[in-house]
């Protein structure tokens, strides 16, 4: 237990879709410093979303730096940061040679669709029906295998990378753990398996990799080099920062940014489900310590792997677009100035006029599974204003959060009670009421909304002692909650979910 001596902070990198971030936390979870940056979005071709990884890695450590300076203004000392934890965006796929430890393509971000043609072969394959019972995922664009199965089938310096057995594969956590670490100098290469269950590699019943699985994707293991799965509270797994401003202090805590998010909520026990309104909307529900396999569309992941006996996993309902429909409103089509104003502008309008958007940009995800979608906006007449676009923008995500929620009950054999609430779009009053109204469940949003971070941190903390425990964590991000209920009918709410549904089974195909 953190003592006045003690070092009473921890830091969490978070590294998003489209932003990096570093946090320093202390012990009652309050955000002590922040440095904030937004790195570039690649789109070569329509469907291609690229990041840089040399520029995700010099992001965090800039980050990094901008927090120390500022916490050490306030009269700190960087020597009081514990440790270090990392969450990160998911799937995000990234190649290296691990012989050098330079990347060999651009990071394939997890909304790339890219991989569509190939995953339609993978479908027809022998067995393909068989792999969500064990890795909790159906197979699509969506996770790293198909990422990688592309760069190996299309880009000559990965497959002559592999052909010499130099190719590294890694989701972000792995890279950054790596790099950061200082690459070939140190050779730090793990994943923890909140991550790892983003791969279709790794069982879901044992944490480890699955030779069976592998095989199925005819990837060479001794061609190929996957991170070693470890947990994601770890005192010594993850290494230390070679560089920056915080040399030398260790990396102890490891989670994809939605587990992260469920932890920063504190759900610990199962029951307890959070939604996190960020590039897309994750709504992670946490099933307790066997996985449950979903027969309604949604995944089967690992929420957390805190050692024995405090390992949970999740069923999960991924939306590919939510805060993006909104980046896409004011940077494609110049709707308004910054994302902020979005919700101000669906004021202006009483309701969505009859405009349905399905934002349908990566396909469709969960519970739908459609990847050939694509964004399809519906009702327009003359009457409609670009307050009913913003509006029906906003009301997607909504949509596909009540579709998630009715798989959710189906699979799980019970209704939620009230949902948890974080991420950027969460800010937005309207959209939180919307979403209760359509629910019929009360919505809960937490005052500090640094969840995904506080998660990472808490996932540090615990390996080092800052917390000993779950109940060391009974006071963390408790205060001042905002209670959305709801104002409508069940059947106003299924009457517009019921177009929702129509505008949905319109916007099959299109990619074809
Ligand atoms: O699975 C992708 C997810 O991890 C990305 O999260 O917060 O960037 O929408 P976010």
Redesign the pocket.
């Known amino acids: 237990r953190a003592t006045m001596s003690s070092p009473s902070f921890v830091g969490a990198i978070d590294q998003?879709?489209?932003s990096t971030r570093f946090l320093i936390f202390n012990t009652s979870g309050e955000v002590v410093a922040l440095h904030q940056l937004e790195f570039k979005q690649y789109y070569p071709q329509p469907g291609w979303h690229e990041h840089d990884p040399e520029e995700i890695i010099s992001s965090v450590e800039t980050c990094i730096d901008g927090a120390v300076e500022a916490f050490e203004k306030q009269g700190h000392s960087r020597s009081q940061i514990a440790s270090v934890g990392i969450t990160?965006?998911?799937?995000?796929t990234i190649v290296w040679d691990k012989t050098t430890g330079k990347a060999l393509h651009n990071a394939i971000v997890?909304t790339d669709t890219r991989s569509q043609e190939l995953v339609r072969r993978l479908k027809n394959r022998l067995g393909a029906s068989e792999l969500t019972a064990r890795c909790g995922l159906p197979l699509s664009t969506?996770p790293s295998v198909s990422k990688l199965l592309w760069l190996l089938e299309n880009d000559d310096n990965v497959k002559a990378a592999y052909e010499r057995g130099d190719l590294a594969f890694g989701t972000v956590d792995a890279w950054l753990a790596y790099k950061l670490n200082g690459g070939t100098a140190r050779n730090v290469y793990v994943s923890d398996p909140s991550n790892a269950s983003?791969t279709m590699f790794m069982n879901l019943e044992t944490l480890d990799y699955d030779h069976d699985l592998i095989d199925w994707f005819r990837i060479d293991r001794e061609k190929v080099l996957l991170p070693k799965i470890v947990r994601s509270s770890d005192p010594e797994a993850y290494g230390s920062l070679a560089n920056t401003l915080l040399k030398g202090v260790k990396i102890t805590g490891c989670l994809?940014?939605?587990s992260a998010a469920l932890v920063g909520q504190k759900g610990f026990t199962p029951g307890l489900a959070k939604n996190?309104y960020?590039?897309?909307?994750?709504l992670l529900y946490n099933v307790g310590p066997k996985p449950v396999i979903s027969k309604n569309g949604l995944l089967s992941t690992v929420a957390f792997d805190f050692g024995p006996g405090k390992t949970m996993y999740a069923l999960e309902g991924?939306i590919a677009v939510?805060?993006s429909s909104i980046k896409f409103l004011v940077n494609n089509l110049g709707f308004i100035e910054d994302s902020t104003r979005l919700s101000a502008l669906a004021e202006t309008v009483e309701d969505n006029g009859g405009v349905t958007f399905v934002t349908a940009f990566s396909g469709l995800f969960a519970p739908y599974w459609i990847d050939d979608a694509r964004g399809t906006l519906f009702g327009i007449t003359a009457y409609t204003q670009r307050g009913h676009i913003a509006r029906a923008t906003l009301e997607a995500t909504c949509f596909q959060t009540k579709a998630i929620l009715s798989s959710m009950a189906k699979d799980s054999g019970q209704a939620l009670t009230e949902l948890a609430v974080d991420?950027g779009m969460s800010n937005s009053d309207l959209i939180m009421q919307t979403q209760s109204d359509l629910i019929g469940i009360p919505v809960i949003r937490p005052a500090m909304r640094e969840t995904?971070a506080l998660g990472a941190a808490i996932a540090a903390g615990l390996a080092v002692g800052v917390w000993e425990n779950f109940d060391d964590l009974k006071g963390v991000n408790t205060e001042g909650r905002t209670t959305f209920k709801p104002a409508i009918t069940a059947e106003d709410a299924d009457s517009r979910f019921a177009r929702w549904e129509k505008a949905v089974q319109m916007s099959k195909g299109w990619a074809n």
């Open positions: 998003g879709t489209t990160n965006q998911r799937e995000t997890w969506y983003r994809g940014d939605q996190t960020g590039t897309g909307c994750f991924s939510a805060g991420g995904t």
